[in-house]
């Protein structure tokens, strides 16, 4: 279980980054995690967008593996976007017969959780460094450090701050974004 | 409306006719300094587009329209159509963005145009413009121009 004080995480692995402009105000509940990728080929280009109060999320996952906490875990950060429907992945409603993100993300976000996807005020955000190439619109293939640090991360996360297994998604899962973003990132606990 | 007895119908009828303006607000001095600076920066972009082959569009072509993604209902992307005037004047004016934003902070949208494009120094290239407003061209010398029409209206759906 982390050690979580004031919303810092307390841990040996974990270097301290805060990046205060990309705080946007108190989460009271975390209900779920995002995964994403940064687009950009080093922690220290994502850091120095965080610094300009870009949106950000709140963990940040080099190439080596080295987990940089870059926001409070109780503060929110911008770092979803337009929610899709939950209710359309999960096949309880129809496909909307209009492509509408504004629309749509108004209608969500009026739900409450669980009946939406988490959004940025309820959900906690992991990025891993990546580049990403324009010509075939491909994210760089997360590396095996990075994947072991997810792991590991979500795992304490989801133990830490009681979030059900089922509320970790891709970040092109919840929101209007690159297909492939994420698409390699791999957080899952094997049973045996 | 101003009426023809109004003193603003007055002073209007009074510069028409080649009279001395008699009202000079005091804020025109500042008004003026803004619209210069403006300007200026309105030519310093246009400049710097212009400076740029790869906005140096020749002609273009367009091979499909309302494309859907696999998996994307045909129908939802059937109204997303451009013309070729407005797909010229976009590869032309729409803001360049880093690959970062593009692939991270704007909307991907599964609905596109897409085609070729020629430029007046004779290289060519394809082109794709999402509905969300996000356009990427791949020219032949394997440059790749990211492009973001934020302002752009129907078919385009933020």
Known sequence: MLNITDGKIVDAKVV??????????PMKQVNGIIVHQTGGATAA?????????????????????????TARLNQTTWHVGKLRPRCVAELKCPKPKKWD?????????????????????????????????????????????QNAALKWLVEELLFSLKVPMTEVFRHPDVSYKEPSEAASADWQVRTP | MASFASPRFRRFARVAAGGAEPFRPTFMPFARALAGIAAALFVAGASSAAESV???????????????APGTDAEVCRPFRLSPAFVAWLLRNAPEVDRRYYAHELDY?????????????????VWEIEMSGRARVAFDDEHVLLLHCRRC???FVR
Do not use: M
């Open chain 1, 16 to 25: 301290l980054q805060l990046q205060p402009l990309i705080e946007r105000g």
């Open chain 1, 45 to 69: 280009s994502a850091l120095a967008s965080y610094a300009t109060g870009a949106a950000g999320a709140h963990l940040l996952l080099d190439r080596d593996g080295t987990v940089y906490q």
């Open chain 1, 101 to 145: 993100p504004v629309g749509t993300h108004a209608v969500e976000r009026a739900k409450a959780w669980p009946d939406r996807y988490p959004s940025n005020a309820d959900a906690i955000g992991i990025e891993l460094v990546s580049k990403f190439d324009v010509k075939t619109r491909q994210y760089e293939v997360v590396s095996p450090q």
């Open chain 2, 54 to 68: 790869y906005r140096d569009v020749k002609s273009i072509s367009i091979e499909v329209q309302g494309k859907a």
């Open chain 2, 109 to 125: 949208a599964p609905c596109t145009v897409e085609g070729r494009v020629i430029l007046r120094n004779g290289l060519t290239g």
């Open chain 2, 153 to 155: 209206k129907a078919p």
